[in-house]
């Protein structure tokens, strides 16, 4: 078995930190040889501060690159190709004029923000501060392959981006999503969380029916669908509770670690 779980909104406390039950439950499962693994839109240095409490793997960037975290080392990535980034953007900038983008570079230590980016985000969305964001022109931004770019609109509403990002026409080249935050986060096609976690999986030997997930957001929806069993947790998105077979407790209330700890004692472990 592996359990695959989001972290912000699932495996976190609202407070965004990891409680003692769920640093518990995640020790208890690894100590049986049941990997769990955080699946998450941050990048490498956003988790920095749980490496302890968590195992060797993590998919970073809404599963476009796998970090083994003992050893520091990149066991895959899956870049958006700039050429595709650079007409998304400026496709969704015809239709949503106003529009800043973001790209993150360099196994996700570099991030490129176009100028009046920063003023738009908090600290919360990228854990970085807006004031050491640069303020860079869009072709610098898209220069480069990238892991992921984030559009955000000073103005428009969340939903009112997302239907102005699908209208531009490229389904078959980019993939869409949103983690919670007002901004959106786009991959290359195919390029997702069960994307990721199926590569991992590959790796490891470990069989798609074998694995559980826990998400909360958008974002979660394919991984909670690709999963052999999946948890959406009470306080999740309508989308994720429709894709995901059960329903786990909130993420206020201990709910991954509650579950966890029912998986393992179902199985003798």
């Given at each position: 078995?592996?359990?695959?779980?989001?972290?912000?909104?699932t495996l976190l406390t609202p407070g965004g930190t990891i409680s003692p039950?769920?640093?518990?439950?995640?020790?208890?499962?690894?100590?049986?040889?049941?990997?769990?693994?955080?699946?998450?839109?941050?990048?490498?240095y956003g988790i920095e501060k749980w490496r302890d409490d968590l195992g060797?793997?993590?998919?970073?960037?809404?599963?476009?690159?796998?970090?083994?975290?003992?050893?520091?080392?990149?066991?895959?990535?899956?870049?958006?190709?700039?050429?595709?980034?650079?007409?998304?953007?400026?496709?969704?900038?015809?239709?949503?004029?106003?529009?800043?983008?973001?790209?993150?570079?360099?196994?996700?230590?570099?991030?490129?923000?176009?100028?009046?980016?920063?003023?738009?985000?908090?600290?919360?969305?990228?854990?970085?501060?807006?004031?050491?964001?640069?303020?860079?022109?869009?072709?610098?931004?898209?220069?480069?392959?990238?892991?992921?770019?984030?559009?955000?609109?000073?103005?428009?509403?969340?939903?009112?981006?997302?239907?102005?990002?699908?209208?531009?026409?490229?389904?078959?080249?980019?993939?869409?999503?949103?983690?919670?935050?007002?901004?959106?986060?786009?991959?290359?096609?195919?390029?997702?969380?069960d994307s990721g976690l199926s590569m991992l999986c590959d790796h490891l030997?470990?069989?798609?029916?074998?694995?559980?997930?826990?998400?909360?957001?958008?974002?979660?929806?394919?991984?909670?669908?690709?999963?052999?069993?999946?948890?959406?947790?009470?306080?999740?998105?309508?989308?994720?509770?429709?894709?995901?077979?059960?329903?786990?407790?909130?993420?206020?209330?201990?709910?991954?670690?509650?579950?966890?700890?029912?998986?393992?004692?179902?199985?003798?472990?």
């Amino acid at each position: 078995m592996l359990i695959a779980t989001d972290l912000d909104g699932t495996l976190l406390t609202p407070g965004g930190t990891i409680s003692p039950r769920t640093r518990e439950a995640i020790r208890a499962a690894q100590k049986v040889g049941v990997p769990v693994v955080p699946v998450t839109a941050r990048q490498i240095y956003g988790i920095e501060k749980w490496r302890d409490d968590l195992g060797r793997w993590a998919l970073c960037s809404n599963g476009a690159i796998c970090w083994d975290l003992p050893a520091r080392t990149v066991l895959f990535r899956q870049l958006m190709p700039s050429a595709v980034a650079n007409e998304f953007a400026h496709r969704l900038l015809a239709a949503a004029p106003g529009t800043r983008f973001l790209t993150i570079k360099d196994d996700g230590f570099t991030f490129a923000s176009q100028r009046g980016y920063a003023e738009l985000t908090t600290f919360a969305d990228h854990s970085r501060e807006p004031s050491e964001m640069p303020a860079l022109d869009l072709d610098e931004v898209l220069d480069g392959d990238c892991l992921k770019m984030v559009a955000r609109h000073p103005n428009l509403p969340i939903a009112e981006l997302i239907a102005r990002a699908e209208s531009v026409g490229m389904a078959d080249e980019v993939h869409v999503t949103t983690s919670g935050k007002s901004m959106l986060e786009i991959s290359a096609k195919g390029v997702t969380k069960d994307s990721g976690l199926s590569m991992l999986c590959d790796h490891l030997g470990i069989e798609q029916r074998d694995t559980v997930a826990f998400g909360d957001g958008a974002n979660d929806v394919e991984m909670l669908a690709w999963a052999g069993d999946s948890y959406a947790m009470a306080n999740a998105v309508p989308l994720a509770v429709a894709v995901a077979r059960h329903r786990a407790p909130s993420n206020a209330e201990d709910g991954v670690a509650r579950v966890v700890e029912e998986l393992l004692l179902a199985r003798g472990i």
